[in-house]
């Protein structure tokens, strides 16, 4: 559940939250922050295949850390570069955050979380995490990023910050499973 966290959470917020926020707190026009979730999902099309392709050359866990510490480096400037409300760099934060923020982790989730299973449990558990953490981090992230937009972008970030943290720590906790037999 914990791997997930980051990838889950965070996606949410820059994919549904970002609208909310770019809006109602910048001031930033809905076409421009959709064609920036459009953009950056165009260029995550190409991003996560090459994670994915990645993680079997240097490993699950190397490629998904770079996502879940980029995700939490990248939180103050996410929000730093939507508060600017320029075009340019909003679009920029929104490729950033989902191809090296996103993609990294999602490109290896799949088969990272079933190689942590052996083969009599397989989808049982990757399943069961997978589908818990949806609906605790993804599922809840838009809500609670809505909860505290009155504190500012220092408390967004954080939670973002807390949620990569999360998946590090699991991540960490993991057995790198590149090079293991599937039996």
Known sequence: MGARFAENGAFYIYTVFVLVYGTQRVGIARETV??????????????????????????????????????????????????????????????????????????????????????????SGASLGSQLSSVVAGGLSPFIATALLPYGRGALASYLIVMALVTIVAVLMASETRHQTMG
């Not at 996560?48 to 079997?56: E, K, M, R, T, Y």
């Not at 939507?82 to 679009?91: A, R």
């Open 34 to 123: 959709l064609n920036g979730i459009l953009i950056a999902a165009a260029c995550a099309l190409f991003a996560i295949p090459l994670c994915g392709a990645l993680s079997d050359r240097l490993g699950r866990r190397p490629v998904y850390l770079f996502g879940a510490c980029t995700t939490a480096l990248f939180a103050y400037p996410l929000f730093w570069l939507l508060d600017t409300g320029s075009t340019p760099l909003v679009w920029l934060a929104l490729v950033v955050a989902l191809v090296f923020a996103h993609s990294p982790m999602y490109g290896p989730q799949a088969a990272f979380l079933s190689e942590l299973f052996g083969t009599r449990v397989r989808y």
